[in-house]
């Protein structure tokens, strides 16, 4: 290799170095600072360039100056998609709770078990969500709509089907209203075997 | 410095202290010791390294220096040490400080490999001190958030949260009592009397749909305030004939003699 | 060009532009999920590793997966353009030399080898580096904190694991008894050559 050739090569790995470690694109005037005084930097960069030609990572010298960066063809392949999955609002969740147990249900009937009253924009998440659905109307003053869970809640909530929610008594465990529930709740030694001892535990 | 094992070399006392402070410590004045004599540390005298390390210590005495708890600790378990190695082998004591001579070889032994192991690792080429990594790293990692997060305890949890809530409001709210006021009956006195013709029972002038007995006790109560109100006014007449009789009424104009 | 070869060039591109954007190593399990199924992930980054020999930036293996670095004897002019932090304290780099080998090991027993008691800025210097971290506490009176080396470690010694570590037997123990050793922990020909007063310096 020729003096020249050698110190040639010599820029072009220094440069290549230089843009690679920066935390910011690096300009011309400071490549021209670090390089050997006779460097021809539009010689160098056009080396280090050609060495990148059709490989996975490319140089390109945008306003900011000179950067690496991935190849954009490989860009579908190297995204990761990484799945955050949202929680549903508290209120949300309460009302869906409530169409599930009490299905077909008005929404005056959820305020009235919630004990609150319910937006729009709780329904409308729900019903985005494919989690309720309308199931026709009720035959009172104003027919109000009745609600009930879809398909995709079972799927989404891993049942088979609404049987398997626990039942209602199995969940309210008040010593006075529900002393049947409150044996539940504890079930005793012989107990192992009793169906309704493994309903608290699928709880 | 210490280039030789004599007390006497040691007269320059500046360079003493500055010699003591770039020690961490006695083990490691030791282990420099050991090093300054090329002394193999497998089979090292230990007692003419405490003759060494004793003398720095006076050294340090002589020339008043400060020196820290462990070094004095330290030169007083080496003196203990070279009067258990100056005994006869054989005895007891004697073998107990062979004992703690090894001991301490082995200390100097595993600090010269902390200490080799300290190097080799200062001559590794560091990340970000003799090599660096790609200062701009990109995030090829999108975020989805299109998904929900379920699970049926939530949801029960959930549940459970509603129902606790709704029992709790309707014991805590107090039921609202529907009771006549003495509005009402002022208004509903005011409007029927002109239509009366004669003493008429108070009771009558109570509204039909008054359901518990309670109610209708209020309502009577009501009614009576407002019939002494208008009373007092003079727009009706109030009589009872007889205790816990019923009350009369009648319009003011009718009779300027009523009780 | 074969369909094997077109194939292996693709993988190789792809590991290219995945290892590059990362300032972190990337580990292999990590490219494999990104690579096709047949790749053979040895070949793969051979054939990388051996278009990047003699550049100005490398890939090496550290902390378990593969990184591009910058070549090491770049490192005097990289050092002019890019800030770099204070080499550790020889006391901080004995106290790493000790958790290293130690490891997990309390600070008492940290202490006890050194001979000497540790200061809190030893402490707080290997933290914020990020080349300790806790690891449980120690079942003895006290329940003393116990220290263990980071990957961060490792990726700064450029090691891929603790076993790339000289093995205890292998290092200096007297200068004399093991020239080999000698030669790294003191890169001068050693001894009568020294001026006394270095050997002080170095400590």
Do not use: C
Request: proline share 6%.
């Amino acid at each position: 290799m020729t003096g020249a050739a050698q110190v040639l090569q010599d820029d072009v790995r220094l440069a290549e170095a230089l843009v690679f470690a920066s935390a910011q694109p690096v300009q011309s005037s400071a490549l021209l600072r670090s390089l050997s005084p006779e460097a021809d930097l539009d010689a160098v960069m056009a080396a280090l360039q050609s060495l990148y030609a059709g490989r996975g990572v490319e140089l390109v010298q945008a306003a900011g100056g000179w950067q690496f960066r991935t190849a954009p063809d490989l860009a579908p392949r190297l995204r990761r998609v990484i799945e955050v999955p949202r929680r549903l609002p508290r209120v949300a969740m309460e009302t869906l709770a409530i169409v599930a147990y009490h299905q077909p249900v008005t929404r005056p009937e959820i305020e009235e078990i919630r004990g609150a009253s319910l937006s729009q924009a709780t329904m409308d998440a729900l019903l985005d969500a494919g989690l309720i659905m309308p199931k026709g109307r009720k035959e009172a003053p104003g027919r109000p709509t009745l609600w009930a869970t879809t398909e995709s809640f079972l799927a989404q909530f891993g049942l088979s089907d609404l049987r398997q929610l626990p039942r209602r008594e199995d969940l309210l465990i008040d010593p006075d209203a529900h002393p049947q529930a409150t044996r539940l709740a504890n079930p005793p030694a012989s107990g192992l075997a009793d169906p309704p001892a493994s309903d608290v535990a699928d709880i | 410095m210490v280039s030789s094992p004599e007390p006497s070399s040691i007269a320059d006392a500046d360079r003493l202290v500055l010699h003591l402070q770039g020690f961490e410590g006695p083990l490691d004045l030791l282990l420099d010791l050991a090093r300054q004599q090329k002394l193999d540390l497998a089979t090292i005298s230990i007692l003419d390294l405490v003759d060494q390390f004793l003398s720095v210590i006076e050294g340090a005495r002589r020339v008043r220096l400060e020196l820290a708890a462990d070094w004095l600790v330290m030169a007083a378990w080496l003196a203990w040490l070279k009067s258990r190695l100056l005994l006869p082998p054989g005895e007891a004591a004697a073998e107990e400080g062979e004992l703690a001579a090894e001991a301490l070889a082995g200390r100097l032994r595993d600090l010269a490999r902390v200490r080799s192991l300290a190097q080799w690792l200062g001559q590794q080429n560091q990340l970000g001190q003799d090599v660096f990594a790609r200062g701009m790293p990109e995030d090829l990692t999108e975020t989805d958030r299109s998904k929900l997060a379920l699970d049926i305890t939530g949801l029960l949890r959930a549940f459970l949260v509603a129902i606790r809530r709704a029992n709790a409001t309707r014991i805590y709210r107090p039921r609202p009592v529907q009771l006549w006021s003495v509005q009402d009956a002022l208004a509903r006195l005011a409007a029927l009397l002109g239509s009366l013709p004669d003493w008429s029972e108070l009771s009558l002038f109570l509204p039909d749909d008054i359901g518990s007995p309670l109610q209708h006790r209020g309502a009577l109560a009501a009614a009576l305030l407002a019939g002494l109100e208008m009373a007092r006014s003079g727009h009706l007449h109030l009589r009872q004939d007889d205790a816990f009789g019923p009350i009369l009424l009648q319009t003011g104009s009718r009779d300027e003699d009523g009780q």
